[in-house]
């Protein structure tokens, strides 16, 4: 079992930065795939970024490449998101999620997620 809590959302201004955070509760993090997921009002969840677990790989959402930049850090148990250059439409609920099997954009393959941190970009 994983437990995964996010944080580090918060408002912004367009143009802005944000670095957040996910704890993981389990030793066995580094065994796993990760990844960042969003979900905006009224839209469905969507991929924004994974990575392997390793660290040594990653994926990103064509509409985010350039601007986010996924990390972790399996010393201690935490995965990252870099959001810089935030536009309106990057509002959303941000989670973080788990895979044992990918760290690409079928989010029906991942087996923990945290409860979400807020992002609002104010124009």
């Known amino acids: 079992q994983v437990q995964l809590v996010e944080s580090g959302g918060g408002l912004v201004q367009a143009g802005g930065s944000l670095r957040l955070s996910c704890a993981a509760s389990?030793?066995?993090?580094?065994?796993?795939?990760m990844a960042w997921i969003r979900q905006a009002p009224g839209k469905e969840r969507e991929f924004v970024a994974g990575?392997?677990?390793?660290?040594?790989?990653?994926v990103y959402a064509d509409f985010v490449k350039g601007r986010f930049t996924i990390s972790r850090d399996n010393a201690k148990s935490t995965l990252y998101l870099q959001l810089d250059g935030l536009k309106p439409e990057d509002t959303a609920v941000y989670y973080c999620?788990?895979?044992?099997?990918?760290?690409?954009?079928?989010?029906?393959?991942?087996?923990?997620w945290g409860p979400g941190t807020q992002v609002t970009v104010l124009l």
């Open positions: 389990s030793n066995i993090f580094s065994t796993y795939a």
């Open positions: 990575i392997d677990w390793s660290g040594g790989s990653s």
């Open positions: 999620a788990a895979s044992r099997y990918t760290y690409h954009n079928d989010l029906t393959l991942y087996d923990y």
